[in-house]
């Protein structure tokens, strides 16, 4: 992936500390790209108790034997969410439609980042992605997929609760605030670095750490 791509591609508008974009022409279209924790955190809660309930009830999901395959999967997650955010929403576009479309997964977020509206996905982003999760997982798993998809998605509500807080809070403890700087440092300094919310890890395994100069 070329940094000098990204770079540009954030260098095409400047961060603005207030305000929204509209994506669609028209206006109820647009409503459909905004949400609310009060909406994703709840639905997503209640994907994972039907997946849950469905394993236990219907597929005889052995939890006793595989109850490793839970913080397994919040594990994969923070994988996941490192190469989605790195491959897919920081595409190097090369031509005007495909600047669009990333523009609209994610680069509209760097442009408004303080639009509260659109730091989740929408609702049908999610029953997507929740609904390809656990087609692939029961295809690689079998019946254990309802053990390890519900804690991809306990990881992806952890994520978004994370990306929230920054974006909505003040760290609330002292702890918490490298985490802050990190996600900071994403959007303001290195958007060809600092790709990881909720974890370091794959940042400093795939060397797309912000400089340590700038980390103080």
């Not at 929408?122 to 254990?144: A, H, K, R």
Request: hydrophobic share 45%.
């Amino acid at each position: 992936m070329s940094t000098a791509t990204i770079r540009q591609a954030h260098a095409d508008f400047v961060p603005e500390k207030s305000g929204t974009a509209q994506l669609s022409k028209y206006r109820f279209l647009d409503i459909f790209t905004r949400t609310s924790p009060w909406i994703i955190l709840p639905m997503d809660a209640a994907i994972v108790s039907i997946i849950v309930y469905a394993g236990v009830t219907y597929f005889e999901t052995n939890w006793a034997t595989y109850w490793w395959l839970f913080p397994l999967g919040l594990f994969v997650w923070t994988f996941i969410e490192y190469c989605l955010h790195r491959f897919a929403f920081h595409f190097p576009a090369k031509n005007d439609s495909e600047k669009k479309v990333v523009y609209t997964i994610h680069l509209v977020h760097h442009h408004y980042p303080n639009d509260h509206h659109r730091l989740f996905q929408p609702p049908i982003v999610n029953l997507f992605l929740s609904s390809l999760f656990m087609g692939l997982g029961y295809l690689i798993l079998g019946d254990q997929a309802f053990i390890f998809v519900p804690a991809l998605i306990v990881g992806y509500m952890l994520y978004s609760f994370t990306h929230f807080s920054i974006h909505k809070f003040k760290p609330p403890f002292k702890f918490l605030k490298p985490v802050w700087r990190h996600h900071t440092l994403h959007h303001y300094r290195y958007p060809e670095k600092a790709f990881g919310v909720s974890t370091f890890l794959w940042d400093r395994l795939f060397g797309t750490m912000p400089p340590k100069e700038m980390e103080k």
